[in-house]
């Protein structure tokens, strides 16, 4: 009897190690066949957005808010899914949000402001019964608002990098390129929303969307005054028979001085700032500063400071 079990024993052992070999194997081979289909079915994309580390933590951070995706949608105050989706589209779809993601991401961060004030009231920490209200109301509104901020800052950075990408393209179509060979070779040089923008226009065209069609939809997409004042600029071009490279050409010096007058306007916006800074920081610190060592100077009998310590 003990020589039939020490026999199984073995046996078991021996067919346990033969199936853990034959798994090894076929690990191994998945993984070589896995390797060789990407090498040769890999097609290089230059318009491809090539992602940093703090988009893919941000993009992995952002994945926990889908369990909140659906009371997200179902408490939309300030946040419809249209207008979240038209937000999403002028902001490029940052840390690849969806509508459903983002409307579960505000009420992700409405409990963590509640857990937050949860945590001050426990602590009895000042103004925790208005923290852990606050807290939660900030963490839904401040998603909203960072989304905000997100597209209107995306919107300026196309109407900014419009002149140099026009003057490029001026250049390039007057010495005969035409516009889709210039687009390919112009665009991967560039980065931000206009290799976004004319990145996709592109593959739009590569697939047979027309060209018509393909501008239309960077008009929806974006609602810069500059890029739409560009691209309806090329439709009326294309359909009047004007040349491209002029288009282009006239585009660019009108974008310049839009482009400078912009730089003034700025500047000139920042001259009230640094007034108000001066009037309400600087100024009532000084006078603090010179009334201080009046007063020192009146009890110190007019001594000099060293004298004071001695």
């Known amino acids: ?19 853990l070999k034959s798994f090894y194997s076929y690990i191994v081979t998945k993984n070589e066949l896995k390797k060789e289909v990407a090498q040769k079915t890999y097609i290089y994309n230059s318009f491809e957005k090539k992602a940093t580390r703090k988009e893919k933590i941000l993009t992995k951070i952002f994945g926990y808010a889908d369990d909140f995706t659906a009371i997200g949608q179902r408490v939309n105050f300030f946040s419809e899914d249209h207008e979240i989706n038209k937000l999403l ?64 800052k995306r919107q300026e950075d196309l109407s900014f990098q419009l002149p140099d990408f026009l003057d490029t393209m001026s250049v390039t179509l007057q010495a ?57 600029s090329l439709i009326q071009g294309e359909r009047l028979g004007v040349p491209i490279s002029k288009t282009f050409k006239l585009q660019a010096e009108e974008m310049r001085k839009i482009k400078k007058e912009m730089i003034k306007e700025k500047a000139a916006k920042a001259s009230p700032k640094v007034t108000l800074i001066t009037t309400f920081l600087v100024l009532p610190s000084a006078l603090i500063l010179i009334g201080g060592l009046m007063i020192i100077n009146m009890f110190s009998e007019n001594r000099n400071i060293l004298q004071m310590f001695q």
Not at 1 to 19: A, H, K, N, Q, Y
Request: charge should be neutral; proline fraction near 4%.
């Open 1 to 19: 009897m003990d020589g039939l079990i020490v026999i199984f024993l073995v046996l078991t052992l021996l067919f346990l190690g033969l199936s």
């Open 176 to 232: 005969g390129v035409g516009l889709n060979q210039a687009l390919q070779d112009i665009v991967p040089y560039f980065e931000g929303p206009i290799k976004e923008e004319f990145g996709r226009f592109i593959q739009e065209l590569s697939v047979g969307v027309p060209r018509g069609e393909a501008y239309q939809t960077l008009l929806e997409r974006n609602d810069s005054r500059e890029f739409q004042l560009l691209i309806k």
């Open 89 to 152: 589209i002028k902001a490029g779809h940052p840390y690849g949000l969806t509508v459903e993601r983002f409307q579960g991401l505000k009420m992700f961060f409405l409990v963590i402001g509640l857990i937050i004030g949860g945590i001050c009231l426990v602590l009895q920490l000042p103004f925790s019964q208005v923290a852990v209200i606050l807290y939660p109301i900030a963490g839904y509104g401040g998603a909203i608002l960072w989304l905000n901020g997100k597209a209107k």
